[in-house]
């Protein structure tokens, strides 16, 4: 996979063509979305009746039906876009973010929401790290001050946990196993954009996931399937807004956005996560984590594409 070196920095190549600007803005609403709809599911996890591995599939599972409903939408009211099925990135991605749901959702269970998804949206990180091993992508400056406003802020929202504890090392140590699969994820899913629409792809991704995910929920948990009404709900919820709704929002944007700025937007999970947490559980936001939350966003706009 090993590529000749080259500059890869926060511009967005549509806008260096002078492409409209609508689609961009689309990307960024898109990612936005993508992120809030991504928060929730760590709450949503802790309220499931069932272990984390059968969350894990029920959540891929139940939202393959809106996704090809989506992907055969989209490809009848465009004949001619590309669909390539099951292309090398998109299995990638299905394996990467069979990786990213396996270790996450284990995280949530052994340690904090706010440390679960900090660790967690560490995927700029990996993208930069795994871009420039893999292939050979040079990071601009913008992007790597950026990407250090934002750890800096991510810090912040999780400083008082952050001190060794014994009963959530584990948790944080699988977190950061989540941060480098979800790495992996937004490279390999920014592979695949190219050659086929983003409803395919998730749907293809899931189909993946949600087949592996089965087998280890199956062989691993007592029980898979939900015990109440309220239980399915849960995972209702995380089937049609964490899954259906961020992950293909994850897709769209990525075709419409440069990689790295993506996973970078993705910080904002961070917060809204730390906010559901406060809401649901009790998990106070004190005054020095709403000051990383505005620094996550300073970061991101000083890492934002710009026009030539």
Known sequence: MSQPDTEYDMRSPSLEEGADAKGFLLGVVAMLLAALAMSISPSLVRLADVGPFASAFWRVFLALP???????????AEPRAPRASFTLPTILAGLAFTGDLFFWHLSIMRTTIANATFFATMAPLWVVIFGWLLLRQRVGRTTLLGLLVCLAGGTALVVQSLAFNPDRA???ALAIITGA???????AVGAARPGTN?????????????????LVAFFFEPRILPQSISGWCVLLAL????????QGLLSIALGRLPTVFS?????????AAALFAWFLFGENVTLLQALGGIVIVAGIWIARPRTP
């Not at 983003?198 to 089965?214: D, G, K, N, P």
């Open 66 to 76: 809106i996704l090809w409903v989506w992907m055969r939408y989209g490809e009848a």
């Open 170 to 172: 584990v948790g944080d």
């Open 181 to 187: 699969f979800f790495g992996l994820y937004f490279l």
């Open 198 to 214: 983003a409803a395919r792809v998730t749907f293809e991704l899931s189909v993946i996931t949600a087949t592996i995910l089965f």
């Open 239 to 246: 089937g049609l807004i964490s899954h259906a709704g961020g």
């Open 263 to 271: 996973s970078l937007v993705i910080f904002l999970e961070s917060i």
